[in-house]
């Protein structure tokens, strides 16, 4: 029998059950992908959170991701816990103390510090740390709280898939620290092969400077065979898309 699994909910806070000093939290542990995936998203790929090369000579002497990130944080601890469903996000003010690294578990934490009954605002005090308990970002938001209850199942992000080539790019780098080496692409099946797959490989390594590319086809054989293929009786005059493909 399938096992039945629950949908978690999301439930808001309305403003005549907040009280002050009332706190909620959301965690994450960083990693490559969050920094691919906010670079993408926001357009930011400067290149210390983005470059290893240009981040080891920076202030911080590694990656690290954008302090944006953390305070996006905040914004789902608002959005999705306190007050939660239906706030309004009116200002936040932020501060960033410490870099937060590939590996680091961030907590964003905000606490109710103020309520004004007139248009149902909220002040928050907000802050972020790290897996050692220190303070990484800290600041206040200002939302306009929801007055009606609402209780919703949430929403299934669809997949991200994110795709770094990380094993091409270190194959590159031992090429580079190597001496250039020949490399043979030897009979192909099609003069169609040759152009497309030797032909290809040739330029790449040429422009590259990793290598110097020697393609030696069998021309002779590949045209005799063609000639062959084409005088056989009922056969087209197409060479047979199998082989093309090889």
């Known amino acids: 029998m399938a096992e039945t699994q629950t949908a978690e909910m999301l439930e808001n806070r309305v403003f005549d059950e907040i009280a002050i000093g009332e706190t909620a939290s959301l965690s994450h542990t960083v990693t490559q992908r969050d920094i691919d995936l906010f ?38 601890t608002l959005g999705t816990k306190l007050p939660g469903l239906g706030t309004i996000y009116l200002g936040q003010d932020l501060h960033f103390r410490r870099p937060v690294s590939i590996g680091d578990t961030v907590t964003a934490t905000v606490t109710v510090r103020e309520k004004k009954p007139a248009k149902h605002d909220i002040t928050l005090d907000c802050a972020c740390t790290n897996q050692h308990g220190e303070i990484v970002l800290t600041g206040a938001a200002y939302v306009r709280a929801p007055t009606e209850k609402q209780r919703r199942t949430r929403m299934t992000l669809p997949p991200v898939r994110v795709g770094r080539h990380d094993g091409t790019q270190r194959l590159l780098a031992m090429a580079d620290e190597g001496t250039p080496v020949v490399t043979a692409v030897v009979y192909p099946v099609d003069e169609l092969s040759f152009v497309r797959r030797a032909g290809r490989l040739a330029s790449r390594a040429h422009h590259a400077g990793a290598g110097r590319a020697v393609c030696e086809a069998a021309r002779g054989r590949i045209k005799a065979r063609r000639r062959s293929w084409r005088a056989a009786p009922g056969r087209s005059r197409d060479w047979p898309r199998s082989r093309r493909r090889r």
Not at 42 to 50: Q, R
Not at 52 to 69: L, N, Q, S
């Open 39 to 76: 670079a993408t998203a926001s357009g930011d790929v400067n290149p210390a959170h983005v470059d290893p090369v240009y981040a080891a000579g920076d202030m911080f002497h590694h990656v690290v991701i954008h302090g944006m990130w953390s305070a996006s944080l905040i914004s789902a």
